[in-house]
């Protein structure tokens, strides 16, 4: 079983940017993708990010490449998500998720941290 925890939201203004975290507990997370995804009102949760298990390969949605970075800390059990040039479409839930190596969906997931982006 793995526990998911995200902190570092907030309110920020346009041009900005928030550093976010998530914290597992649990199992290690050697074997496990990573990714943040996010979910605005009225709106589906997507993909924002992800990161390999070994964390030698990452994907973004291109709405975010360029000014948001994913990173992990296998030994801190911690994944990260810097935001940088924060627009106000980027106000959203962001929810931290993992799923074992090999398996096709993330499975995992957190409670979710809110981001707003004032213009």
């Known amino acids: 079983q793995v526990e998911l925890v995200e902190s570092g939201g907030g309110l920020v203004q346009a041009g900005g940017s928030l550093r976010l975290s998530c914290a597992a507990s649990g199992r290690t997370l050697s074997n496990y993708d990573m990714g943040w995804f996010r979910q605005a009102p009225g709106k589906e949760r997507e993909l924002v990010a992800a990161?390999?298990?070994?964390?030698?390969?990452?994907n973004y949605a291109d709405s975010v490449l360029g000014r948001f970075t994913i990173s992990r800390d296998s030994v801190k059990k911690t994944l990260y998500l810097q935001m940088n040039s924060l627009q106000p479409e980027d106000t959203a839930v962001y929810y931290c998720?993992?799923?074992?190596?090999?398996?096709?969906?993330?499975?995992?997931w957190g409670q979710g941290t809110q981001v707003t982006v004032s213009s």
């Open positions: 990161i390999s298990w070994s964390g030698g390969s990452t």
């Open positions: 998720a993992s799923r074992r190596r090999g398996v096709p969906m993330f499975n995992y």
